[in-house]
């Protein structure tokens, strides 16, 4: 399975940004695809989840800003990322660990046994 993210860019806070996981090598609807993130000098963290029938979960920081949908026919997984904060600057992973269901705590995808993942896409928001 290979995973390109795509989508971007240098926003202003309280804009908006859509990106996109397109997988290649296999069906991604199959899977559940998660978002992950990682800002300089912190630790990678989860941001949402999609698993195969469609039920996404977010973690606390984003619930209310940030969606998730699927488009099976173009094996893409979407991101939106609505009212972003300087605090949203980050590169943004897509994973999958090729499970059906999403690996989540509290709602929070989990990085640990993602087997693959995509090389991330970079988003600045300034204030």
């Known amino acids: 399975v290979q995973l390109v993210e795509s989508g971007g860019g240098t926003v202003q806070s309280g804009e908006s940004l859509r990106l996109s996981c397109t997988a290649s090598?296999?069906?991604?609807?199959?899977?559940?695809i998660a978002w992950f993130r990682q800002a300089p000098g912190k630790a990678r963290e989860g941001v949402a989840c999609?698993?195969?029938?469609?039920?996404?979960y977010s973690a606390a920081s984003v619930k209310s800003r940030f969606t998730m949908a699927r488009d099976s026919a173009k094996n893409t997984v979407y991101l939106q990322m609505s009212r972003l904060k300087p605090d949203d600057t980050a590169v943004y992973y897509c994973?999958?660990?090729?499970?059906?269901?999403?690996?989540?705590?509290?709602?929070?995808?989990?990085?640990?046994?993602?087997?693959?993942w995509g090389k991330g896409t970079l988003v600045t928001v300034l204030s």
């Open positions: 090598g296999s069906t991604s609807a199959d899977y559940a």
């Open positions: 994973a999958t660990d090729t499970h059906a269901e999403c690996s989540v705590v509290d709602s929070t995808p989990i990085p640990y046994g993602m087997a693959y």
């Open positions: 999609i698993n195969k029938s469609g039920k996404t």
